[in-house]
């Protein structure tokens, strides 16, 4: 019987046999596919169809020096050993990228020696090898494993000795400030990142808001540079803004630049951009949903119509319920919670939010936003402007309402302000049982105990006396 050992044995022999066997046939399938007339065709998977879709994207007239440069590079991989970047064709297209500027190679590739057995490693590692005759930012070798040429170029071109200011093709203005911070890019980030953060910087951005600035959508950004510029200015004078809501006004700034080409960032402020960007969200969301339709049937729970008189001017409060995710967002909006996320509890009808209103003339004011389990019919909670406790006026009218049709009596008008979902709800309840439970439980043990005592005490004392006795 074949032991795990034995059967070990024989599976490295069998991966070395492979790996012969792959280093004997790739030189030969690589000369040939290199001198053939190299029609264009799809990779299907195999070493072959790869090899032969890369060369068949470089014109044996016109990129000579590309195929040659390619050819070189398979091999030199080969006689080392790479065989992990051969096979793979993201690593192969990293060597096609490298091979488009073959023709500005600073050292031999025939002497460049692997170093570690890492694939990400040794393709860097030939690729500083091949370009940097000067120190290059490490960050910048990771443009060779993407699509954008010109960001490969500028690493050719750091490496035989330019600045940054003299890069072909940079989109932004560089200023020797950014110029040091482009060179000092920690590993990690993308070149439009890259250069998103040293413009920050450069306009006198803190760390965190240019690393902000960084990773938002600003570095997505590739035209109308006049105007975008004018943002990271802005955003690089700003002490901090949240990351989401950056997001949000770059949303609405995009939408504005599209809309009115002569929008511009001039005498504009944090707080009132902020509060245009929200009133734009809030009008796309309202829209969207408009031509969604999101709506819900009704908990067929009543709603509420009191009217009392006070100086002599009718006051009317209204207990209205919100049936569609428009209402539930403007609910949100104007009592500044997030009742707008419950449309799905509303839509599967495990809840029912219902609006407080107090209506006097021709207008209204929201007081207090409800949410009722439909089945139990129990008030889950209710919330103020901003999450805050009712107020007297208003607790006054939800218990005329509970008492009309007839709802569950909770805590819910002193619970603290932050929100209780009903799952929380649920949770607690168990809580509340198991803590019963443990009190009781300890009641027992107690009762348990003394009487134990009592029994031991009779029996000594009894014992006592009959001593005596005899």
Same mark, same amino acid.
């Given at each position: 019987m074949e032991t795990l050992l034995e059967k070990k044995v024989l599976e490295t022999k069998d991966q070395t046999k492979d790996i012969a066997v792959f280093a004997n046939k790739y030189v030969t399938l690589v000369e040939e596919i290199y001198t053939a007339n190299n029609k264009p065709q799809g990779y299907t998977g195999t070493i072959a169809s790869m090899l032969w879709m890369f060369f068949s994207k470089m014109s044996k007239k016109r990129n000579t020096w590309k195929r040659k440069t390619f050819k070189n590079l398979l091999l030199s991989l080969h006689n080392q050993g790479c065989y992990t970047i051969l096979r793979r064709i993201e690593y192969v297209e990293v060597l096609s990228n490298i091979s488009s500027f073959g023709n500005r190679f600073v050292r031999n590739i025939e002497?460049?020696?692997? /170093?570690?057995?890492?694939? #990400?490693?040794?393709?860097?590692?030939?690729?500083?090898?091949?370009?940097?005759?000067?120190?290059?930012?490490?960050?910048?070798?990771?443009?060779?494993?993407?699509?954008?040429?010109?960001?490969?170029?500028?690493?050719?071109?750091?490496?035989?000795?330019?600045?940054?200011?003299? @890069?072909?093709?940079?989109?932004?203005?560089?200023?020797?400030?950014?110029?040091? /911070?482009?060179?000092?890019?920690?590993?990690?980030?993308?070149?439009?990142?890259? @250069? !998103? !953060?040293?413009?920050?910087?450069?306009?006198?951005?803190?760390?965190?808001?240019? /690393?902000?600035?960084?990773?938002?959508? @600003?570095?997505?950004?590739?035209?109308?540079? #006049?105007?975008?510029?004018?943002?990271?200015?802005?955003?690089?004078?700003?002490?901090?803004v949240p990351f989401d809501k950056m997001g949000e006004i770059l949303d609405y700034l995009s939408f504005s630049i599209r809309e009115h080409s002569d929008f511009s960032m001039r005498g504009r402020t944090l707080e009132a951009l902020t509060r245009q960007s929200d009133e734009w969200h809030r009008r796309m969301y309202m829209q969207r949903n408009a031509e969604n339709d999101v709506g819900w049937k009704s908990s067929k729970i009543k709603q509420l119509s009191y009217s009392t008189l006070e100086d002599e001017v009718t006051i009317t409060y209204k207990i209205v319920e919100l049936l569609n995710a428009q209402e539930l967002y403007e609910e949100g909006y104007d009592m500044c919670h997030c009742v707008a996320s419950y449309v799905d509890e509303c839509f599967s009808g495990t809840s029912a939010i219902f609006s407080l209103r107090k209506y006097t003339k021709d207008s209204f004011e929201k007081l207090v936003t409800i949410e009722v389990d439909p089945v139990s019919r129990e008030i889950i909670q209710a919330k103020s402007k901003h999450n805050e406790a009712l107020s007297k006026e208003a607790e006054k009218i939800v218990e005329i309402w509970m008492k009309q049709v007839n709802l569950k009596q909770e805590e819910y008008l002193y619970t603290d302000q932050y929100e209780v979902r009903p799952e929380q709800h649920d949770q607690m309840n168990v809580f509340l049982d198991r803590t019963t439970s443990m009190q009781e439980t300890s009641i027992d043990t107690e009762i348990s105990a003394k009487t134990i005592f009592f029994i031991i005490y009779a029996i000594v004392k009894l014992m006592i006396v009959l001593s005596q006795i005899v």
């Open positions: 002497n460049w020696h692997k /170093e570690t057995y890492v694939a #990400e490693d040794q393709l860097l590692s030939l690729i500083e090898f091949c370009f940097a005759k000067y120190d290059v930012p490490k960050f910048l070798a990771s443009s060779f494993f993407e699509t954008q040429k010109k960001h490969m170029l500028w690493y050719v071109q750091l490496g035989i000795g330019k600045s940054v200011k003299s @890069l072909s093709g940079v989109e932004i203005a560089i200023t020797s400030r950014m110029a040091h /911070e482009f060179r000092h890019t920690p590993k990690g980030y993308s070149v439009p990142q890259a @250069l !998103r !953060r040293a413009q920050a910087i450069g306009y006198g951005a803190n760390k965190e808001m240019a /690393e902000a600035i960084a990773w938002s959508g @600003l570095s997505r950004i590739n035209r109308n540079e #006049e105007f975008w510029n004018t943002v990271v200015q802005f955003f690089a004078k700003q002490k901090e």
